[in-house]
């Protein structure tokens, strides 16, 4: 489907471009959202007439998420998830998650560009698209407890360290049972493990 588009469309061109989409496309995201218009004469000459106001209004969109992005732009937001060992989440942190923890009534849920869901501990850059031409990005900082956020943020891994600490926790315990095993072999067991003497029965039941 030929379209006019009424904005810059990442991918797709320019305010007053005509374009080639899908129809779904088209009918589902575009046209009702005044993005863009059927490509027809008439729409063309009403574009034309328009261009100007449509330019002038888009400038100042344009300004005005400028202004919204400076104070979104870098900002680091803390999301606290539950998550296994390996630091994969029980669940995602979706775009809605994201607007929401913002709390910034300029940014909605649409603007917050995810390729997926966030599905890991970690922090997570993520773009907000809050105008065509303006573009920032946020941090998102994944941790099961605030505590394990504040060591994100200072760049600690937090699941390494998780891991490390295990491992020394393992090995420490290898140690020591290895070292009571060689203590029973040089005589230096506990006195459970030390045979009880024979009695003097015993010995003469041998003898016999």
């Given amino acids: ?25 088209a009918r589902n995201y575009l046209l009702p959202q005044d993005k863009a218009l059927r490509a027809t004469k008439s ?10 106001y449509l330019e002038a209004r888009n400038a100042e969109n344009r300004e005005k998420a400028g202004t919204s992005g400076k104070a979104v732009d870098g900002h680091s937001i803390v999301c606290i998830r ?5 630091g994969q989440l029980y669940g995602s ?14 940014v909605k849920r649409n603007m917050v560009i995810l390729e997926q869901p966030i599905k890991a501990l970690g922090i997570h850059e993520v773009k907000v698209r809050l105008h065509p031409e303006v573009t920032v990005s946020i941090k998102v900082n994944v941790a099961r407890t605030e505590d394990e956020a504040i060591r994100q943020e200072k ?11 295990e491992a020394a926790d393992a090995k420490e315990a290898n140690d020591e049972r290895a070292a009571n095993a060689v203590s029973m072999f040089e005589g230096d067991a506990p006195d459970e493990f030390i045979a009880p003497e024979k009695s003097s029965e015993d010995k003469t039941e041998t003898s016999e």
């Fill in 1 to 25: 489907m030929e379209i006019i588009l009424l904005e810059r469309i990442e991918k797709l061109g320019d305010m007053g471009d005509v374009v080639n989409v899908k129809p779904g496309f």
């Fill in 155 to 165: 760049g600690e891994d937090v699941i390494a360290t998780q891991a490390a600490e």
């Fill in 93 to 106: 942190v979706s775009a809605r998650d994201i607007a929401e923890l913002l709390n910034n009534k300029e």
């Fill in 43 to 52: 729409n063309l000459a009403r574009f034309e007439a328009e261009r100007e």
């Fill in 82 to 86: 539950n998550a296994g060992d390996t």
